[in-house]
């Protein structure tokens, strides 16, 4: 069975604090895509990376970092030098293998970080 | 601005109503999704359109009806909700397999 584990509800920091994000999951494939997602309070989500499991290069884009470890089976998002822009809820989530004969996977959601970041 | 559109932002119908929630992509993608999110809670997956034809139910009520006229259009047509129904509803749409879902903005629906 899939499963995202998000174990911080809640996270608050002041501006400029670098802050990191946990996500562990469980997945019996072995080939399976990574995903973080942000909701601002307006309410969409905003996609901010996808990273395939054979891939285990960790990623930098500006202040955001992640960093995929296949051995304890993390995905963590690290902000650094934190805005309060970046207030919001943060998903990590994980899709399977799509079904034979479908051109889908699922997304399997954790239950998401609140971040809020002070001025 | 997101690229997929959703109409309209807020909605408040009576348990006795039919009402209809509206997305649109022009993205060119292939598969389109509803999910319902119930307050400080991850989005639930309710419905899959691929190739415009429903591939993914996931046991929802038929209270919730959905429908894809084309492959840019997704409707979600509403009839005798439930109080517990009030949640944000969500749209998005992909390239496919394994690749990013974009989401819209969403519809905030309340039932009286």
């Known amino acids: 069975a899939q499963k995202v584990t998000q174990a911080q509800t809640e996270i608050s920091v002041v501006e400029k604090e670098d802050v990191t994000l946990d996500c562990v999951y469980e997945?019996?494939?072995?080939?399976?895509?990574l995903f973080w997602y942000k909701q601002p309070p307006s309410g969409e989500l905003v996609f901010l990376i996808r990273?395939?499991?054979?891939?285990?290069q960790n990623e930098i884009s500006g202040r955001y970092s992640w960093n995929f470890q296949k051995s304890t089976s993390s995905f963590n998002f690290t902000i650094t030098a934190s805005q309060v822009v970046d207030s919001a809820v943060y998903f990590c989530?994980?899709?399977?293998?799509?079904?034979?004969?479908?051109?889908?996977?699922?997304?399997?959601f954790g239950r998401g970080t609140q971040l809020t970041v002070w001025p | 601005d997101t690229e997929v559109t959703q109409t309209p932002k807020h909605l408040v119908m009576g348990m006795t109503n039919k009402k209809s929630l509206k997305c649109e992509q022009h993205m060119g993608h292939r598969a389109m999704y509803w999910y319902k999110q119930k307050a400080k809670k991850p989005p639930e997956l309710m419905f899959v359109?691929?190739?415009?034809?429903?591939?993914i139910n996931e046991s929802v009520p038929s209270r919730f009806s959905p429908e894809c006229p084309n492959s840019s259009l997704l409707n979600l047509h509403l009839h005798a909700l439930q109080p517990e129904d009030s949640a944000l509803y969500l749209c998005?749409?992909?390239?496919?397999?394994?690749?990013?879902?974009?989401f819209g903005d969403g519809t905030r629906l309340s039932i009286l």
């Open positions: 989530a994980l899709s399977d293998r799509p079904d034979r004969g479908s051109t889908l996977g699922r997304l399997y």
């Open positions: 990273r395939n499991s054979f891939d285990e």
């Open positions: 997945t019996r494939d072995t080939t399976y895509y």
């Open positions: 998005a749409s992909s390239q496919g397999r394994n690749q990013p879902q974009h």
């Open positions: 359109y691929s190739y415009e034809k429903l591939s």
